[in-house]
Structure formats: C-alpha cells, structure tokens
C-alpha cells in the first residue's frame, strides 16, 4: 500500500486493523505487523513531536524514541522478519502544517490504540511461535509496547515527566 497518500490518521487506524486482524497463528505474519506497528507509532509521534501545538508533545517523543529503538533492536532478532523491513514511514502530503489540539490528542490516543493492539497481537503470536528467537521478541514486543504505551500516557518516573502532580509512597525520602 502506498502510505504516501495516507494521513497519519488513516495510516494509524489501517495498521491497528491489521494487527488485530493477524492471525496468532501465523507468527511471522504478526512480527511483521508489530513491526510495521511500531514504525507507525515513531513517525506519528515524531509527526506530533515537530507539528503539535501541545507542549507535552517533545517530551513524550523524547521518551517513546529509546522505547521504539529497543523495539526494533528486540524484532530484529527474531527468525521470522526479513533483515530488509522498511523502517521508514512516509507520510501524506500536508504533514508539514501544524496540528491543532483536538487532531493532536485524537493522534496521540490513536497511537495508544495501536499500542493495545501491540499488547493483544504480540502475546498471541509468542504462544505460537515455533521458536524460541520469535517467542522472545514476542514477549519483549509486548514489554516494549506497553513501555511505549507508558511513554504517551505520561506515566514515567518524576525525573523524567515534569508534568507529574501525583507521587506515590516512598517517592521522597527526608533525611
């Protein structure tokens, strides 16, 4: 499929469908999806992170990209991906103009969908799997997935989220 023609919003809600609609059984099939998965979710929180007028955006792009690199790395030693995946995600025409709030958090809460989708599809596939190379990037995908969930629902450790209002027993310690 041509991705050049989609916005980020199709492309998102098109890769989400193909996740659930891989069958666990076929753990190649849900690798390669994952991995296409997980190059939508950079380049849409890349897209936001340079484009979104929100100015939580940078910093959430900042935490999703290590995430996303250990995803990648984790998939790419599995037995069942072809070493010559795309890695690069091109976006509609028009993605240069900045994205106002509503179609921002809608992206955002699409990425999160996507991650959901990531921790269903992956878990399946690691039941699966032939393998103990495509069980283990199953199960680190999944971990990965729900990092990067982590990442865009700003759940992080205080000494990385700035906007954190709420701390939790044994956060401070008074000496």
Same mark, same amino acid.
């Given at each position: 499929m041509d991705h050049? @023609?989609? !916005? /980020?919003?199709?492309?998102?809600?098109?890769?989400?469908?193909?996740?659930r609609a891989a069958d666990a059984a076929d753990t190649a099939a849900v690798l390669?999806?994952?991995? %296409?998965?997980? +190059?939508?979710?950079?380049?849409?929180?890349?897209?936001?992170? !340079?484009?979104?007028d929100l100015e939580e955006s940078p910093p959430l792009w900042e935490n999703a990209r290590p995430v996303l690199e250990a995803a990648a790395g984790a998939l790419?030693?599995?037995? !069942?991906?072809?070493?010559?995946?795309?890695?690069? /995600? %091109?976006?509609?025409?028009? @993605?240069?103009?900045?994205?106002?709030?509503?179609?921002a958090a809608q992206i955002r809460q699409q990425i999160l969908d996507l991650v959901l989708a990531l921790?269903?599809?992956?878990?399946?596939?690691a039941a699966h799997a032939g393998n103990e190379a495509d069980?283990?990037? +199953?199960r680190d995908g999944t971990v990965l997935s729900s990092?990067?969930?982590?990442?865009y629902e700003g759940r992080l450790?205080? =000494? /990385?989220?700035?906007?954190?209002? @709420?701390?939790?027993?044994? !956060? =401070?310690?008074?000496a």
């Open positions: 050049q @023609q989609q !916005s /980020v919003s199709d492309l998102l809600r098109e890769t989400t469908g193909r996740l390669r999806a994952a991995w %296409h998965g997980f +190059c939508v979710a950079g380049a849409a929180g890349q897209l936001l992170a !340079s484009r979104a790419r030693a599995s037995s !069942s991906l072809p070493d010559d995946l795309p890695a690069e /995600v %091109h976006l509609a025409a028009g @993605q240069d103009d900045r994205i106002d709030d509503a179609p921790n269903a599809a992956l878990p399946e596939a069980r283990q990037a +199953c990092k990067l969930g982590d990442s450790r205080s =000494f /990385v989220n700035p906007w954190r209002t @709420q701390f939790g027993p044994g !956060s =401070f310690r008074i």
